[in-house]
């Protein structure tokens, strides 16, 4: 076994014991502990400035985008952000310990449907080293040991941050970081199935699906963000331009942004017109199918493959559709199960469209951009998941739980 091998599955024993550990603790000694950490965040600036300058650095001699290098930025208002959203993590329900459902049987015994942590989770994430924190503060409310892989091009940002987290007061190991940024500590941890019991990747597609292939161990995930708008034909076509333009430009590159819009044919000659001169206002690239471009005669022409496509750019697809029904059958067909809205006046279109189109998230006359923990008062996000099992859409805190029964009687035996 390779030293990066061994170093790893040390760390796996570790978090396996520290597990146990933290799922004595008590709500409140957990929050002590999470007040702590923005403290320890708050105090190390100076050495998290230090750090992510280093990475900036690295950055830049690599040739990474601007958008790049502002995501794996730092400064004192991005600490303070991330102290912050610890200190609201402290303020949060605690869904361990809950009981989810309690019933008597016959007999006499007493039956309790209990959360508790998960145990022991992987997780594996590009760039932005604000989900070092993050993410450990969310397992660590959960009770859940962790150990982070983060990427090489914030890796020295994400080890002082691991550092200033591990000044606080948590059991031994609670947290862990794994100190190399190779593919094969991504085999390593996904391999590792005796001592993790979870492995979420967050990232792009290219590293999700290598963590998918590895691992050994349940994996919870989204691959793609193909976002739908479908504007009905009994839209008010105001929201719909206001929408559409939130949708696609209040943050182009994040998961829940929109990235094809469907129009009912009826109500197409009236909003497409309105909708596209609102997209040019912000420099959007339209894309269109052949029942638009008769109407936009200056976009460009859409092919099969701009509807599997997931931009991240200010690119949007169009396609006008004979009906809500088909409609729905192209984002069932093309989307990618995240997030999917309908804009229209009539309620009972737009039941059937929240019944029927197979994603997390579906709305109704909201934007695509509130597909997001914080938004759903969550306070914060793991991530997003577009799998059914065991969670679904934005992974606040009670997604980070399993749960077990407690049951208890006075003697029975059966019979």
Same mark, same amino acid.
């Given at each position: ?142 009770? !859940? $040991? ?8 914030? +890796?020295?940002? #994400?080890?002082?941050?691991?550092? *200033?987290? =591990? ?59 193909i976002c739908h708008l479908f504007v009905d034909e009994a ?20 998961? !829940? $942004? ?8 009826? +109500?197409?000659? #009236?909003?497409?017109?309105?909708? *596209?001169? =609102? ?88 934007? !695509? ?34 749960y077990q029964y407690r049951v208890r009687g006075n003697g029975?035996?059966?019979?």
């Amino acid at each position: 076994m390779s030293s990066i091998h061994e170093t790893i599955h040390r760390m796996g024993r570790q978090a396996r014991a520290a597990a146990y550990r933290l799922a004595q603790l008590s709500s409140d000694e957990k929050n002590t502990i999470l007040r702590a950490m923005a403290t320890a965040i708050r105090d190390a600036t100076p050495e998290l400035l230090e750090a992510n300058s280093r990475d900036l650095a690295a950055g830049v001699e690599k040739g990474l985008s601007p958008a790049m290098l502002d995501r794996l930025k730092l400064d004192e208002k991005r600490i303070e952000s991330m102290a912050a959203g610890i200190d609201q993590v402290a303020t949060l329900p605690d869904p361990v310990g809950q009981v989810m459902e309690k019933w008597s049987r016959p007999n006499g015994i007493e039956i309790e449907q209990v959360r508790v942590p998960i145990g022991t989770i992987g997780i594996i994430y590009e760039s932005r080293p604000n989900v070092t924190a993050d993410a450990a503060v969310l397992c660590f409310k959960t009770g !859940n $040991a962790t150990i982070l892989r983060g990427g090489s091009e914030a +890796i020295h940002s #994400n080890v002082a941050i691991a550092q *200033a987290l =591990a000044t606080a007061g948590a059991p031994e190991h609670a947290i862990q970081l794994i100190p190399f940024t190779d593919r094969d500590s991504v085999a390593a941890l996904a391999g590792m199935d005796q001592w993790l019991d979870l492995i979420i990747p967050r990232g792009g597609k290219g590293l999700i699906e290598t963590v998918v292939s590895l691992a050994r161990m349940p994996v919870i995930k989204h691959y793609d963000g193909i976002c739908h708008l479908f504007v009905d034909e009994a839209a008010d076509i105001d929201m719909a331009v206001s929408l559409t333009v939130n949708a696609k430009t209040q943050k182009c590159g994040v998961c !829940n $942004a929109l990235e094809t819009l469907l129009v009912h044919r009826d +109500i197409a000659p #009236n909003a497409l017109p309105q909708i *596209a001169a =609102a997209l040019c206002e912000k420099n959007v690239e339209l894309r269109g199918c052949e029942r638009t471009r008769a109407i936009l005669t200056d976009v460009k022409p859409a092919t099969d493959e701009d509807w599997y496509t997931e931009y991240l750019d200010l690119i949007l697809s169009i396609k006008i559709v004979d009906s809500s029904e088909e409609a729905i059958s192209h984002i069932n067909q093309y989307g990618s199960h995240h997030t999917d809205t309908i804009v229209t006046a009539d309620t009972a279109t737009a039941e059937r469209f929240l019944r029927s189109v197979d994603s997390a998230c579906v709305f109704h006359n909201i934007s !695509n951009r509130f597909a997001d923990g914080g938004e759903f008062g969550f306070g914060a996000e793991i991530g997003i998941s577009t799998d059914k099992l065991h969670a679904r859409g934005p992974m606040g805190l009670r997604e980070l739980t399993s749960y077990q029964y407690r049951v208890r009687g006075n003697g029975q035996v059966r019979g």
